[in-house]
């Protein structure tokens, strides 16, 4: 939501046919054009988040799975746009966070197992 106004606002700038900005100060016109940073933590609780749900409720509702992986690939397909025409370039960080989110999904494939079991017995 925040890119999208950030996108109007921007349109709104140059009257969106104008190449000339109406920011009378250069902070004010920095503010507006720079780029923020890409929120890759916020990111992969968002995934967590939505895989634990259809791990825990995936055997009960079978059109989850559906929804799931209609979700994700709007995620992929919007982040992938954001990254590339919003974003600055990602702040570092190491593959301690992609092996916290692999131990994650194991876990959560575990407890899949045995609420799927538990609720279909």
Known sequence: MTSGLKCIVKCV??????KKTTRKYK?????LYS??????EERYAIIVSIFWILMIFGCVMPALYIIVALSILLLVIIDKVLLFKFFK???NFDESLHKKVLKTLYLGLMLHLA?????LS
């Not at 902070?27 to 503010?31: A, M, N, P, R, V």
């Not at 780029?35 to 890759?40: L, Q, T």
């Open 89 to 91: 370039t990602p702040i």
């Open 35 to 40: 780029s923020d940073v890409y929120p890759i």
């Open 115 to 119: 609420t799927s079991a538990f609720l």
């Open 27 to 31: 902070t004010d016109y920095i503010k």
């Open 13 to 18: 700038d140059k009257r969106c046919w104008s």
